[in-house]
Structures are given as structure tokens and as C-alpha cells.
């Protein structure tokens, strides 16, 4: 049973808002301003668990994140889509021509720029959290300062809110990670995503052979992401999402895999959210 769940930013945040809606508000709430912290956290034994983002709809891949996942040995064991509309915020009784300075988290800043275009007056700042601002604000009551947040943070830290969805896509997901120190406790018969790490070779077309085996295999290849193996130049490591219909497929094409790629590691085994 879950108790415990480390998240990146403080309450009001996004990952705080996925830990309501995937867990209960029974659970504690250990906030950490960066993801190493909240991997610490959870690899010390000091969370039962951690939710991570993984990518973004709009701004792409959290590539760290995959690589703090892989390198700590944790495991994905479920995952949550969460659909982040952005508004900025500031003290009560003021308006976006007051604001000289937004801080904000830089994939928020990313997510909004063509807002700003709009406002050239507002100085753009990146910070380490979106709900962190917000607090920030309401603690120093800082006038003509704004913070790009949630609703719940707007609330929670009593601000105004001078201009809602202000992202440039209004349908804008975020994919976050559940994550744990030990293997997914989904049953086998629940089990329809996973997430697997490898590294193919040199030779011509041996990414392709993968990608048919995967394919030959009936599952469907819903993520690709590759990142440089930094001890060795030119060479890289492929983190792939895959869904499938019968938990049997995927072990054969786990088994052919190991055979094929190097470095082949299971990040995670979980049911799909998108089902």
C-alpha cells in the first residue's frame, strides 16, 4: 500500500494534482524541487513512491528523466495523463500591464511563448517550479510578479488569475511516470504497456531488425526515444514504450530482443492510461 509519494514541486504543482488523482489525499506528499531530489528520496526508502514526467504533448520528451529512471534501477509501474492548461497568476488587484516579471518552470515558459509575444513588456524568467512561484508570490507578497500555474495553486496560494490556458495548444498532456524501487505489482492479465531499454550495434539495419521483431510480435511501438551512451561516443541507447494486447506477445518478443540488442533492460510492465 502506498503511503508515501515523492513529487517534483511543492502543493499546487502538476505532479501534486496527479498524486490526488492516481492515489487518494490520504497519501503523503514529500515535495522536492528537482527530479534527482525526488529520485533520492524515493531510492533512500524515504517515499514508497514517485511520479515523474516523461513528456510532454507540446514540448517533447523529458529526456532526464529517463536517464534517472535507468541509471537508479527504478521501475515504471503505472503511468497517468494529465491535461495541463497553464494561467498566469499574481497578487490580487492587479493586471497583466502591472506584471514587469513571470517566473516560471522553463518546459511552462516553452509551453507559453507565443502568449508572451503579445505582452513584449513582461520579462520571462525560468525558475525551478510553477507552484513554487506561486507561493513564493503570496509569501513575500510580491507585486508585479507573476506565476504561470495551475488553478489549484492559484487557490491554494490565494492569487488572481489575469489570463487562463494561455498555453499556445490548448490540448496539452503531460505523461507522468508512477514510479518504484521494486517491480510493477500488476497482475499479469492487467499488464498491456511496458517500457524496455536497449542498445543496438553498428551493423546496417540492426534498429530496423528490432523495430520487425516488434512488429512481427503484434506490438504496437507507441514511444521512441534515443539518448547519447555518454562513455561511448556516437554510440546510443533506445528507450521504447510498447503496448500489446496479450501479456505472451511481449514475452516473445522480450526473449528474441535479449538476444539481438545489448544492454536490454524492462523499465517498467504497467497498464496502459490511455485505454
Same mark, same amino acid.
Given at each position: 500500500?502506498?503511503?508515501?509519494?515523492?513529487?517534483?514541486?511543492?502543493?499546487?504543482?502538476?505532479?501534486?494534482?496527479?498524486?490526488?488523482?492516481?492515489?487518494?489525499?490520504?497519501?503523503?506528499?514529500?515535495?522536492?524541487? *528537482?527530479?534527482?531530489?525526488?529520485?533520492?528520496?524515493?531510492?533512500?526508502?524515504?517515499?514508497?513512491?514517485?511520479?515523474?514526467?516523461?513528456?510532454?504533448?507540446?514540448?517533447?520528451?523529458?529526456?532526464?528523466?529517463?536517464?534517472? @529512471?535507468?541509471? &537508479?534501477?527504478? /521501475?515504471?509501474?503505472?503511468? &497517468?495523463?494529465?491535461?495541463?492548461? /497553464?494561467?498566469?497568476?499574481?497578487?490580487?488587484?492587479?493586471?497583466?500591464?502591472?506584471?514587469?516579471?513571470?517566473?516560471? &518552470?522553463?518546459?511552462?515558459?516553452?509551453?507559453?511563448?507565443?502568449?508572451?509575444?503579445? /505582452?513584449? /513588456?513582461?520579462?520571462?524568467?525560468?525558475?525551478?517550479?510553477?507552484?513554487?512561484?506561486?507561493?513564493? @508570490?503570496?509569501?513575500?507578497?510580491?507585486?508585479?510578479?507573476?506565476?504561470?500555474?495551475?488553478?489549484?495553486?492559484?487557490?491554494?496560494?490565494?492569487?488572481?488569475?489575469?489570463?487562463?490556458?494561455?498555453?499556445?495548444?490548448?490540448?496539452?498532456?503531460?505523461?507522468?511516470?508512477?514510479?518504484?524501487?521494486?517491480?510493477?505489482?500488476?497482475?499479469?492479465?492487467?499488464?498491456?504497456?511496458?517500457?524496455?531499454?536497449?542498445?543496438?550495434? &553498428?551493423?546496417?539495419?540492426?534498429?530496423?531488425?528490432?523495430?520487425?521483431?516488434?512488429?512481427?510480435?503484434?506490438?504496437?511501438?507507441?514511444?521512441?526515444?534515443?539518448?547519447?551512451?555518454?562513455?561511448?561516443?556516437?554510440?546510443?541507447?533506445?528507450?521504447?514504450?510498447? *503496448?500489446?494486447?496479450?501479456?505472451?506477445?511481449?514475452?516473445?518478443?522480450?526473449?528474441?530482443?535479449?538476444?539481438?540488442?545489448?544492454?536490454?533492460?524492462?523499465?517498467?510492465?504497467?497498464?496502459?492510461?490511455?485505454?
Amino acid at each position: 500500500m502506498i503511503k508515501s509519494v515523492a513529487i517534483q514541486g511543492v502543493k499546487g504543482s502538476y505532479h501534486h494534482i496527479v498524486s490526488e488523482q492516481f492515489f487518494d489525499n490520504s497519501v503523503e506528499l514529500i515535495e522536492c524541487l *528537482t527530479f534527482d531530489r525526488v529520485v533520492e528520496v524515493l531510492t533512500t526508502k524515504h517515499c514508497d513512491a514517485a511520479i515523474m514526467a516523461l513528456e510532454n504533448s507540446i514540448a517533447g520528451s523529458i529526456i532526464p528523466n529517463y536517464a534517472l @529512471i535507468d541509471s &537508479h534501477n527504478l /521501475h515504471i509501474v503505472g503511468e &497517468h495523463y494529465l491535461d495541463i492548461q /497553464h494561467n498566469l497568476m499574481a497578487l490580487p488587484g492587479q493586471s497583466i500591464e502591472d506584471i514587469k516579471e513571470v517566473y516560471s &518552470h522553463p518546459m511552462a515558459l516553452l509551453q507559453c511563448k507565443e502568449f508572451f509575444k503579445k /505582452h513584449p /513588456h513582461i520579462k520571462l524568467v525560468e525558475d525551478k517550479d510553477t507552484a513554487e512561484v506561486a507561493d513564493r @508570490i503570496h509569501s513575500n507578497q510580491l507585486k508585479n510578479v507573476g506565476a504561470i500555474a495551475s488553478v489549484l495553486a492559484a487557490k491554494i496560494f490565494e492569487l488572481d488569475i489575469l489570463a487562463s490556458s494561455i498555453q499556445t495548444i490548448k490540448n496539452n498532456e503531460t505523461r507522468f511516470a508512477i514510479v518504484k524501487r521494486t517491480n510493477s505489482e500488476v497482475s499479469q492479465s492487467e499488464i498491456n504497456k511496458a517500457s524496455i531499454k536497449f542498445e543496438a550495434n &553498428h551493423k546496417r539495419g540492426s534498429l530496423a531488425t528490432i523495430l520487425n521483431v516488434m512488429s512481427d510480435c503484434k506490438l504496437n511501438l507507441t514511444k521512441i526515444q534515443s539518448l547519447p551512451i555518454i562513455e561511448t561516443p556516437w554510440k546510443y541507447a533506445f528507450f521504447v514504450d510498447v *503496448t500489446f494486447e496479450d501479456y505472451s506477445d511481449f514475452q516473445k518478443a522480450k526473449s528474441l530482443i535479449e538476444i539481438m540488442a545489448e544492454g536490454f533492460k524492462i523499465l517498467g510492465e504497467y497498464k496502459n492510461a490511455k485505454l
